[in-house]
């Protein structure tokens, strides 16, 4: 089997061990040849990387964009890992970067939206000629609607509401459970910020959903990344790293 081939077809399973191995020990393995072990570290991330992008950018498809490029550059990139700071920290990190990169990027779309919006409705259509428009909302998948709870959907719904900065402290703190000095390294603040920043977010949670339920031991059940997306997510990003031609040969170390 060619190299392309190799990490075009993950294995689903990423090796006998991959519960038991560390991050560290996987990147090493990446490192020396065994591309297709970096399935260990999506697979092990993709929940916190999912929620992380969802958190800033408030959009499923984009967070799992977000996903699939935060994994690409960590990939590229893996040889600078120099095992300070956690490797769930570092790729945490990555992912922050690319969400507020890409949430940017929309802003910028959304300014100038306006003065584009009369000529793509004019100019866009479909393969069979239908006018159709460029940014259509997207409604909840079937996977989705049967995954979600009432008690999650109000959850999802309050936590999304938060300012920019709380939402994702506390999707960090809170529902991925990440230390006070992760979710600083990955934020790129300092641990206070991180504490006031909680504080705030969690007062104005309990405010909105007072009346409605005590969501305080439901936090973890949000936004979740379900397998039949983990699973595309991982095919995806293999695809990506196929593309790059880092590689002369399955013994190589990651070039830049």
């Not at 800033?56 to 960590?74: G, K, S, T």
């Not at 939206?113 to 159709?132: I, L, V």
């Not at 979710?183 to 504490?195: G, P």
């Not at 990506?240 to 880092?246: E, H, K, M, P, Q």
Request: glycine share 2%; net charge neutral.
């Amino acid at each position: 089997m060619s190299l392309t081939e190799k990490i075009s077809k993950p294995s689903g399973s990423a090796g006998s061990n991959a519960l038991t191995i560390s991050d560290e020990e996987v990147v090493a393995r990446v490192l020396a040849g065994d591309v297709a072990s970096f399935e260990i570290l999506m697979r092990r991330h993709n929940q916190r990387l999912y929620r992380i992008g969802r958190a800033i950018l408030r959009n499923d498809a984009e967070a799992e964009d977000v996903m699939q490029d935060a994994y690409v550059r960590a990939y590229e990139h893996l040889a600078q890992f120099a095992g300070r700071a956690k490797f769930s920290t570092w790729l945490s990190r990555i992912a922050v970067n690319e969400s507020l990169a890409r949430r940017r990027h929309l802003a910028r779309h959304e300014e100038l939206e306006p003065q584009m919006k009369n000529k793509e409705n004019m100019n866009a259509s479909d393969e069979n000629g239908h006018r159709t428009e460029r940014f259509a909302a997207s409604a909840p998948n079937p996977e989705e609607q049967a995954s979600s709870s009432e008690l999650q959907r109000l959850l999802e719904v309050a936590i999304e509401a938060l300012p920019d900065d709380f939402r994702a402290v506390l999707v960090m703190r809170d529902v991925e459970e990440m230390d006070t000095a992760e979710a600083a390294a990955a934020l790129d603040i300092s641990e206070e910020n991180v504490k006031v920043r909680l504080h705030r977010a969690r007062a104005l949670l309990r405010k909105k959903l007072y009346v409605t339920l005590n969501a305080g031991s439901r936090h973890k059940e949000a936004f979740p990344f379900h397998a039949v997306r983990c699973d595309r997510v991982v095919k995806k990003v293999f695809t990506r790293i196929a593309t790059l031609n880092l590689f002369t040969d399955p013994t190589s170390t990651i070039v830049q």
